[in-house]
């Protein structure tokens, strides 16, 4: 359960805030994040279904899938977010807990996968489709150069990722063929959009707008500083 600040629990479920994965709005280095993973019990080689929300971001899988992508980058192949919330598993019959278990530590050695995450050079290459996550609003007031945009809403209805059949009329515009890379402000709300179009079978990389203004920023102090 990686919601912030729960008081029932999917029975069985062990709490690690997805707060915890971050140092401010970066992700934690892999040493940070294999340690939290191993004290909460949990090894590279365990089954792992991740669950919850940010109900002060009001609601919604980004917090579930943005731990599923870093778990992803850390190696861990049998993972999964659950379709729906800790209220669809309530409706369902499913038992809950008000405390959340508590697992023996455990060693967690990860092994970094590359190929989820787009760094500055990899999105200036031109060689992938670069997709703006944010609202329409924040598209309009600046974007990275080429980009399109798919706000996250439109990939989500009622806390829930979309069937497959409307996702397939979001990304139809997408060539499924070309690499995708989806930015959103942190790469948080943007990880919906990665997780939506990994399920379609895109090739797809998670990336932040902060990245990519700090690196333009570097590379236009770097042109006044040859210039002077």
Request: net charge negative; hydrophobic share 40%.
């Amino acid at each position: 359960d990686i919601s912030e600040s729960a008081k029932e629990h999917i029975h069985g479920s062990i709490a690690i805030p997805y707060t915890d994965f971050l140092n401010g709005s970066n992700v934690r280095s892999e040493t940070e994040l294999a340690k939290i993973l191993g004290d909460a019990g949990i090894s590279r080689d365990d089954p792992v279904i991740i669950y919850g929300e940010c109900m002060p971001c009001g609601g919604g899988p980004a917090p579930a899938t943005f731990i599923y992508w870093i778990m992803r980058s850390l190696g861990q192949e049998n993972v999964r977010v659950l379709d729906g919330t800790v209220k669809d598993w309530i409706s369902a019959g499913k038992p809950t807990a008000a405390e959340a278990s508590i697992l023996p530590a455990k060693t967690y050695v990860s092994l970094i996968n590359p190929n989820f995450a787009a760094d500055y050079s990899y999105v200036k290459s031109g060689s992938a489709q670069i997709v703006d996550a944010r609202t329409t609003h924040e598209f309009g007031a600046g974007s990275i150069p080429g980009a399109i945009n798919i706000p996250y809403d439109n990939v989500v209805i009622n806390s829930k990722i979309r069937d497959e059949t409307k996702l397939a009329r979001v990304f139809a515009f997408l060539d499924k063929n070309q690499p995708v890379v989806v930015y959103t402000n942190t790469g948080l709300k943007g990880s919906v959009v990665w997780f939506a179009l990994t399920i379609m079978g895109y090739d797809a990389r998670l990336y932040s707008y902060e990245n990519y203004l700090y690196n333009q920023a570097v590379l236009s102090q770097a042109n006044v500083n040859s210039t002077v």
